[in-house]
C-alpha cells in the first residue's frame, strides 16, 4: 500500500525513484523489522524472567558457563518470529518454512525438558 502510494508520487519527487529498487525495500524491511524487535524485546525478556521460563541447564559444561546461564530466559528466537511476522508477511513460503521448522524445534526442545526433567526427578 506505501509502495503504491510512493509509485504514484515518483513523477512529482524524482528521489522516491529509490524505492522501485527491490535492495532497498528489503534493507527499510530488515531495518523495520530490527526496530520492531528492539522495541518489544526488553519487555519481552523482563516477561519472561518474572515468568521464571528457563532453559535447564546441563552440568556437562564448564563451571564459569553454568555460573553465568543461571537465571537466563529462553525463546529469544520467539523475538525473532515476531519481528519476522509483523514486517514481512508476503513472503508466504518462507514464512511457512520458519514457522514449520520454529515449531519443530519448540517441540524437541519440550521433549528434552521433559526427558530432562524425568530423569533428575529419579
Known amino acids: 500500500m506505501l509502495y503504491s502510494l510512493i509509485l504514484n508520487l515518483i513523477d512529482t519527487y524524482s528521489f522516491l525513484n529509490v524505492f522501485k529498487y527491490l535492495t532497498v525495500r528489503t534493507g527499510l524491511a530488515v531495518f523495520t523489522s530490527l526496530l ?38 529462553t525463546m529469544g528466537g520467539v523475538l525473532i518470529l515476531i519481528g519476522f511476522l509483523k514486517v514481512l508477511p508476503p513472503v508466504l513460503i518462507l514464512l511457512g518454512c520458519l514457522l514449520f521448522f520454529s515449531s519443530l524445534s519448540l517441540l524437541i526442545s519440550l521433549c528434552i525438558s521433559s526427558l530432562f526433567f524425568f530423569f533428575t526427578l529419579k
Not at 518489544?40 to 525478556?45: A, C, H, L, R, T
Not at 556437562?60 to 553454568?66: F, T
Open 36 to 73: 520492531v524487535v528492539f522495541l518489544i524485546g526488553n519487555p519481552f525478556i523482563n516477561f519472561f524472567s518474572a515468568k521464571q521460563i528457563l532453559n535447564p541447564i546441563r552440568d556437562d559444561g564448564p563451571d564459569e558457563h553454568i555460573v553465568k546461564k543461571i537465571g537466563t530466559p
